[in-house]
């Protein structure tokens, strides 16, 4: 049997370099996405899509709109999960827990947007 048979044309280390890169492309897409708030975290925890199976809870988190490594690292006390385990790993139990307290955080945070975009306007009409 011909060992080669079955495989892509090209070095293996060349075809390893061609998929990290689409990997790279798509999770950098992905959290584009969840950046601008076309999809959530949530939804991308329990959808769970190809690209985000070796990403880490933190790096997701991070990627939303003002979440920094403190922010997360809190978030994450609350559940306890470490903040490297990958998407790809968490048991369904714990995409559940993550993604129910990541809906209740970004309902709670909603109204806290609106009262700090107009706390400016409002002080600068009174002054």
Do not use: Y
């Amino acid at each position: 049997m011909n060992a080669e048979a079955g495989m892509a044309p090209g070095p293996q280390h060349m075809q390893a370099l061609q998929r990290a890169n689409a990997v790279r492309l798509a999770r950098a897409e992905l959290k584009r996405q969840v950046a601008h708030g076309e999809i959530s975290a949530a939804e991308v925890i329990m959808g769970s899509p190809w690209e985000a199976e070796s990403m880490t809870v933190s790096d997701l988190l991070t990627s939303q709109r003002r979440w920094g490594h403190t922010r997360c690292r809190k978030f994450l006390q609350c559940i306890p999960m470490s903040e490297n385990k990958t998407i790809g790993s968490m048991t369904e139990r714990q995409r559940i827990a993550l993604a129910h307290q990541l809906r209740s955080a970004r309902a709670d945070e909603v109204p806290a947007l609106r009262a700090d975009l107009a706390t400016p306007v409002l002080a600068g009409v009174a002054g």
